[in-house]
């Protein structure tokens, strides 16, 4: 019965081997996620208060007023862009993903932002930000 031991402590470790690497695996594409967003400078136009992610600050003067300058813009055009803190709670996977496609209309119309990246950055960008569920935050940016 020694071998059978062996065998039950072969596959609990095992076990607790997948455990923790499919724990990591979930932490790495939580970081990539977030990479991405500030990669794609999403943070021109949406914070993430949540997750103390604020709007981009450019150094160079010139970007910076012109990045204000879009945001007025957007904000007279009555396109606001949210905080995205609570975005897993209105959209899933699917959808963000096709967002980012230009597959689907908010008002009728699509995302102001063209997505340069490919579909697999897309496709981690969406799963992250369904993660994004902190609905305490929810209220702060209604108009
Ligand atoms: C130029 C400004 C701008 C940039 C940059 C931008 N967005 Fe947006 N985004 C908007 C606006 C404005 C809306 C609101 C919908 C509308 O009115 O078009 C929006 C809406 C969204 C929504 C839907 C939010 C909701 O509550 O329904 C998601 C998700 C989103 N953006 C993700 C992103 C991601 C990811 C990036 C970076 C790749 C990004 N956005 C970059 C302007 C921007």
Redesign the pocket.
Known sequence: MRLFRYIILFLLLVGIGVFITSGVNAEKNQNAGEK??LH???N???TIKALHISLLRPKNPIERRQMRR??RK?RREG????D?SD?GN??NVLW?NR??EHKEK??G?????I?H?TAHEREV?AHW?ETLKYSKFYDKNLK
């Open positions: 991405l967003f794609f400078n999403c021109a136009c949406h879009s945001l957007l396109r606001i862009p949210p995205l975005v209105k959209h963000l967002w980012l908010i008002d119309r699509h995302h102001q932002e997505f990246g960008l930000e």
